[in-house]
T-cell receptor
Framework: ETGVTQSPTHLIKTRGQQVTLRCSSQ?????VSWYQQALGQGPQFIFQ???????GRGNFPPRFSGLQFPNYSSELNVNALELDDSALYLC??????????????FGPGTRLTVL | QKEVEQNSGPLSVPEGAIASLNCTYS??????FFWYRQYSGKSPELIMS????GDKEDGRFTAQLNKASQYVSLLIRDSQPSDSATYLC???????????FGSGTRLSIRP
């Protein structure tokens, strides 16, 4: 167990709807990264939040947005859902330290199905 | 060309043998490399990280990095049925936020 939690576990939505996924980082970790993992593929980086600010973004459209709260928990919001958004959404938390390489620890994921 | 490439497998190895998983990367600026294990329906779990050329050992696992050849490998000694999973290779640039993953190699340990 990494101490990273995500909710909900599973979610079914229809095309055009909006969804919010939640993540609580490991205690002491101030950085949260979100990834999308389609079936049979590796995780793809969506974005990262560090101390409530976006700190890097992958090749995802603006309808993918996020937030980080003062307690370092985070939300991923996806608007105008498309069928291709069906995937496992992973949250990873880390604690970047000056002069060292931080490690990202994944939560259990949220399985999103878009019909 | 994908940034991180892995053979998708499946790779079938008899129990007790050495499993060898390979990965190449295209970004010469990459500095950190990771191996994650992912069981079906579960999230990735970090097994090893490696930053310098050479070998790094942790129990039954050995990661190998060759930056000149842009090549990373993972050896699993005394393979067990519980090692059957998908193994994801990943890389990251220094101070970068994103980790870039390969598509994974499916490993099957046969009794």
């Amino acid at each position: 167990e990494t101490g990273v939690t995500q909710s909900p576990t599973h979610l079914i939505k229809t095309r055009g709807q909006q969804v919010t996924l939640r993540c609580s980082s490991q205690s002491g970790h101030n950085t949260v990264s979100w990834y999308q993992q389609a079936l049979g593929q590796g995780p793809q980086f969506i974005f990262q939040y560090y101390r409530e600010e976006e700190n890097g973004r992958g090749n995802f459209p603006p309808r993918f947005s996020g937030l980080q709260f003062p307690n370092y928990s985070s939300e991923l919001n996806v608007n105008a859902l498309e069928l291709d958004d069906s995937a496992l959404y992973l949250c990873a938390s880390s604690l970047p330290l000056a002069g060292s390489t931080d490690t990202q620890y994944f939560g259990p994921g949220t399985r999103l199905t878009v019909l | 060309q994908k940034e991180v490439e892995q053979n998708s497998g499946p790779l079938s190895v008899p129990e007790g043998a050495i499993a060898s998983l390979n990965c190449t990367y295209s970004d010469r600026v990459s500095q950190s490399f990771f191996w994650y294990r992912q069981y079906s329906g579960k999230s990735p779990e970090l097994i090893m990280s490696i930053y310098s050329n050479g070998d790094k050992e942790d129990g039954r696992f050995t990661a190998q990095l060759n930056k000149a050849s842009q090549y990373v490998s993972l050896l699993i000694r005394d393979s067990q049925p519980s090692d059957s999973a998908t193994y994801l290779c990943a890389s990251r640039r220094a101070s970068a936020s994103k980790i870039i993953f390969g598509s994974g190699t499916r490993l099957s340990i046969r009794p």
